[in-house]
């Protein structure tokens, strides 16, 4: 039969297949180069493919928390705070006794100890805003926050803000300059009408066996002091201008001293 008599879609007896002009022509354009590059492009970019996604989901995962979802630390940064206890480490703190024990339980910093001693840190601090939380163990107990304190080898002393135990004397939030001047001026022992105006307006600012809240702001001679939003002691003073923080243990055996909460905005 003569070529141009065939019929275009006719079965050929050898195969089991359409040879048509369409799967001819279909045929030539996939043994083409340019069907053949267009081929292995894709087929590259299908083997590439999960690795990119892999990539992509690894650097998601990389990024700042703050970036995805602000963080309590980055909230709590707002308002110019800086943690002093990350709430699971001593990071930052320094023991210049000794003795004494400080560790880390439930997000707290527990003191124990047989002798008065002072967790510090390891920074100083001149101006500021300090803020921190304390709680006192039951029967007879004493404890403070040191601030712009001098640290020597089993010696610290220096202003301190007063977390008193004695629900009868009730100087909590009183200023004591440990181991030099004592109670010299808020209020100032010996005096009655010092500690009278004291006791006036502080004593019912501190809770016993419960949490209190302190706040310390230095800002040059100015030193301010308040116990759970009250203010115990307004005063000028020109003694220390810079030193680290501590918290106290007093001493007493078997004793538990607990602090939370420690931060601190530093002032210009």
Request: with cysteine; hydrophobic share 40%; glycine share 8%.
């Amino acid at each position: 039969m003569p070529p141009s008599d065939r019929n275009p879609w006719s079965v050929r007896p050898d195969r089991n297949c359409v040879t048509g002009f369409a799967e001819i022509q279909a045929r030539k354009l996939a043994c083409s180069p340019v069907s053949l590059l267009a081929t292995m492009a894709i087929m590259r970019f299908s083997l590439l493919l999960p690795s990119a996604l892999a990539a992509l989901l690894t650097l998601a995962a990389a990024l700042p928390v703050s970036a995805q979802d602000p963080a309590p630390a980055a909230k709590a940064a707002a308002d110019g705070f800086t943690p002093l206890f990350d709430g699971k480490t001593l990071t930052g703190w320094t023991n210049p006794y000794t003795f004494g024990k400080a560790e880390v339980v439930n997000g707290e910093i527990h003191l124990t100890a047989e002798k008065k001693f002072f967790l510090c840190t390891e920074k100083p601090y001149a101006n500021f805003v300090f803020e921190g939380d304390v709680h006192l163990p039951e029967g007879k107990a004493n404890s403070g926050f040191i601030f712009r304190g001098r640290v020597k080898p089993n010696s610290v002393t220096g202003y301190q803000a007063e977390v008193d135990g004695d629900i009868a004397r009730m100087w909590s939030g009183g200023l004591y300059d440990e181991g030099l001047r004592m109670w010299f001026v808020s209020p100032k022992k010996g005096d009655a009408a010092s500690e009278a105006a004291f006791k006036e307006r502080s004593a019912e600012a501190f809770k016993r066996n419960d949490w209190n809240t302190y706040r310390i702001t230095c800002d040059g001679h100015k030193i301010k002091i308040e116990v759970n939003g009250v203010t115990t002691t307004d005063i000028t003073d020109d003694r220390d201008a810079t030193g680290p923080i501590a918290i106290q243990h007093h001493g007493e055996k078997g004793a538990t001293y607990r602090f939370r909460n420690l931060r601190i905005k530093e002032l210009k």
